[in-house]
């Protein structure tokens, strides 16, 4: 069955420190795509990035670097110099192939405070 | 470009009352979703429409839920009647194409109240 998940409920960093957040994925199809949102206070989801199952090359997009590794189904996200700003609730999700749908399953989400 | 939108922002309702909620997906998507979030269950899939027809409904609670996509650019979804459990953010959602994978835009939620 497929499931997503985010062991780390909430954490909370001092600016200018470095953060991961952690995902783990499960799931029987050979093709999948892998998703971060962004959910700040005001609430709205915010695309982050989409990777898909073949591309196991780490990203990174200014302060925000991603880490796909399919030996231990992992997508982690990391944070360099966190900021104020990064604080928000971050949602790893993941879109099965066999689906058919695009539908996202996703995990709980992990509450990330940076303190000034 | 405009993103999907989605009306009300933030609705207090009484209990037994109508509720509709609106959404314009991105103009040239033909995928749109309905989603709810709630602190008990997460994010959860509600409906899936594929050029306005519906695929997926297995996510809809119960018989008081419904969602229609008259044409491609408009959807609505609908409780009646409302009960508090169903207090919760719905978000509207729609995606370019139809193949799994493509990326999901999210509206901005409409924040139900039901008392």
């Known amino acids: 069955a497929q499931k997503v998940t985010q062991a780390q409920t909430e954490i909370s960093v001092v600016e200018k420190e470095d953060v991961t957040l952690d995902c783990v994925y499960e799931t029987r199809d050979t093709t999948y795509y892998l998703f971060w949102y962004k959910q700040p206070p005001s609430g709205e989801l915010v695309f982050l990035i989409r990777r898909n199952s073949f591309d196991e090359q780490n990203e990174i997009s200014g302060r925000y670097s991603w880490n796909f590794q399919k030996s231990t189904s992992s997508f982690n996200f990391t944070i360099t110099a966190s900021q104020v700003v990064d604080s928000a609730v971050y949602f790893c999700a993941l879109s099965e192939e066999k689906s058919n749908t695009g539908k996202l399953i996703f995990g709980q989400g992990t509450t990330l405070q940076v303190k000034p | 470009d405009a993103g999907v939108i989605q009306s009300p922002r933030h609705e207090v309702t009484e209990m037994g009352q109508e509720v509709t909620l609106r959404c314009k997906p991105i103009?040239?998507?033909?995928?749109l979703f309905w989603y709810r979030q709630t602190m008990m269950r997460g994010l959860e899939l509600l409906i899936y429409f594929n050029n306005n027809v519906p695929i997926d409904d297995s996510g809809m609670p119960e018989d008081r839920f419904s969602a229609k996509m008259p044409n491609a650019s408009f959807s609505t979804l609908k409780i009646q009647p409302s009960e508090p459990r169903d207090s919760a953010v719905y978000f509207c959602?729609?995606?370019?194409?139809?193949?799994?994978?493509?990326?999901?835009?999210f509206g901005e939620g409409s924040w139900l109240t039901v008392v």
């Open positions: 959602a729609s995606s370019p194409g139809t193949a799994p994978g493509n990326t999901i835009y």
């Open positions: 103009s040239g998507h033909n995928s």
